[in-house]
């Protein structure tokens, strides 16, 4: 089964954008330079923002014929082939492919309230196609709306991106529950909470380096912990110029950190 990574977290500014498309690009990087026989990973944006799919296609002017939302949209029997007509290649890399999101996709959730089986309009026929993928990475809106709840419904393995705050980490307990009520609710026995990444932790922080600690001693969240990635003005950096941080600055702090994560993930795939 090709893994699904869906990057959650019902709060924004957590680095979920950066992280799904640094996890995506680093996971095809790898496994070509390991010559595994499939280094093609798919991108997929459902948030209506579509930061991913801006940074790693250059813009975001997606539409009704060329987007997710044509996925959602489409019949069932013919959604399939649209999710094939609708990926694009990213500017990164020639193995990285993105299904962009479109601003209509915040219309999308209002157009599908009540119609069957929403929840599964982009799990099913994405998969149909997974297998041409050695992984599919999912970026999702900062909300635990309809459309995180489609993403999640395709994901394999949640990760959940949160920053060294206090809220933040009281309110990981909450976001561990909602992936498990949608997990048993909607009987997808697939879906696992794989991993807890820290972002933009700055060591001269002592709250940073207090909660981090919090989170190791965890009983639970401390097993869950899976990287953690150092506040870096190189990520900003990256962004504005539509690259990854791995091109832009190989050597930067996050550039290392997310290397280590890659690897990880990479390892369980069972890819390198």
């Known amino acids: 089964m090709t893994p699904v990574f869906v990057l959650t977290n019902h709060k924004g500014g957590v680095g979920k954008s950066t992280s799904a498309t640094t996890i995506a690009f680093g996971i095809a990087n790898v496994l070509r330079h390991a010559q595994a026989a499939n280094s093609r990973v798919l991108l997929v944006d459902t948030d209506s ?60 959730e209002r157009e599908l309230m009540g119609v069957a089986g929403a929840p599964y309009r982009l799990a099913d026929p994405l ?14 809106r900062p909300s635990f709306s309809l459309m995180t709840e489609i993403g999640l419904i395709a994901g394999t393995d949640a990760i959940v991106p949160v920053e060294p705050r206090y809220l933040e980490t009281v309110g990981l307990m909450s976001v561990i529950g909602k992936i498990n009520e949608i997990r048993e609710g909607w009987r997808h026995p697939n ?82």
């Open 49 to 108: 923002q579509a930061h991913a799919t801006l940074i790693t296609t250059g813009h975001k002017d997606y539409g009704v014929d060329d987007s997710l939302y044509s996925v959602l949209m489409a019949d069932r029997q013919n959604a399939p082939h649209i999710l094939t007509q609708c990926i694009v290649p990213s500017l990164w890399d020639t193995d990285l492919h993105v299904l962009p999101a479109s601003p209509l996709l915040e219309g999308a």
């Open 127 to 140: 998969s149909k196609i997974a297998n041409l993928y050695a992984a599919v990475v999912i970026d999702t």
């Open 191 to 272: 879906l696992r909470i794989s991993g807890i990444l820290v972002t933009k932790v700055d060591k001269r922080v002592r709250g940073h380096n207090d909660l981090l600690g919090d989170i190791k001693a965890h009983s639970v969240l401390g097993k869950l912990l899976c990287g953690v990635i150092p506040a870096n003005e190189a990520v900003s950096y990256a962004h504005r110029n539509h690259e990854s941080i791995f091109t832009y600055d190989p050597n930067a702090p996050a550039s290392k950190a997310y290397t280590q994560l890659v690897a990880t993930l990479v390892r369980r795939m069972g890819g390198a």
